[in-house]
């Protein structure tokens, strides 16, 4: 079956710090792959997604690039901000898991000014 | 209202009580989803309706008895449920349930404690 597996939270991080959160998957078929950030107190929002190898998924100086050969969807941001702290979800979907999305643990991401 | 609501926001109920969650979606949608989110573990999907009707019962105890009147709401009912039980419950709606899109919108959560 599909699973995805993302980097042991929380992390701590200072105002314009770099981000990476890994995330690495495996799954049946020929997956989309998904990055879903859930704010304090709100339910999770599609951050950004990927439908092929290759593939960069982009929103809000967010970042993650489809490698099928690493089977890896590793999440990136050049300078993070108070406001990005949330817990983040790398997740995929396929015809193999009959369309249901496979979510991640979570990374609990805390940004100090 | 736009999105996904969901209420009540909050619950606290003993184990021999019967309650119920309200999922509504104003977004047009077919398919909708209940998830049950508990500290540590993955976002574990319960059930899939798409246009009312429930495609997907992932081997959830009986205790959990969702009904779906319509595209646009459903419901969780909950009866004699156990302090494991207690987590945030969260409900989705998609497009409908075969889009590759994967894009599913989400509302705040109900967070019921059992005690």
């Known amino acids: 079956g599909n699973s995805v597996t993302q980097m042991e939270g929380p992390v701590t991080l200072s105002e314009e710090a770099f981000l990476t959160i890994n995330c690495t998957y495996t799954?049946?078929?020929?997956?989309?792959l998904f990055w879903y950030v859930q704010y304090p107190g709100e339910g999770l929002q599609l951050l950004l997604k990927?439908?092929?190898?290759?593939d960069k998924g982009s929103n809000k100086g967010f970042e993650a690039t489809y490698r099928k050969e690493t089977t890896s969807f590793h999440l990136e941001k050049g300078s993070v901000q108070v406001s990005d702290s949330a817990v983040y979800f790398c997740?995929?979907?396929?015809?193999?898991?009959?369309?249901?999305?496979?979510f991640g643990k979570g990374t609990l991401l805390t940004v100090n000014p | 209202e736009t999105g996904v609501t969901q209420t009540p926001r909050h619950l606290v109920m003993g184990m021999t009580n019967k309650k119920s969650l309200k999922c509504e979606q104003h977004?047009?949608?077919?398919?909708m989803y209940w998830y049950k989110q508990s500290a540590k573990k993955p976002l574990e999907l319960m059930f899939v309706?798409?246009?009312?009707?429930?495609?997907e019962n992932n081997s959830v105890p009986s205790r959990f008895s969702p009904e779906c009147p319509n595209s646009s709401h459903l419901f969780l009912h909950l009866h004699t449920l156990q302090p494991e039980d207690s987590a945030l419950y969260l409900c989705?709606?998609?497009?409908?349930?075969?889009?590759?899109?994967?894009?599913?919108?989400f509302g705040p959560g109900t967070r019921l404690t059992v005690l």
């Open positions: 799954a049946t078929g020929y997956p989309s």
């Open positions: 990927a439908t092929k190898a290759d």
């Open positions: 977004l047009g949608h077919n398919a």
């Open positions: 997740a995929l979907i396929s015809g193999g898991s009959n369309y249901k999305l496979t």
């Open positions: 309706y798409n246009f009312k009707e429930q495609t």
């Open positions: 989705a709606s998609s497009q409908d349930r075969l889009a590759m899109s994967g894009e599913q919108f």
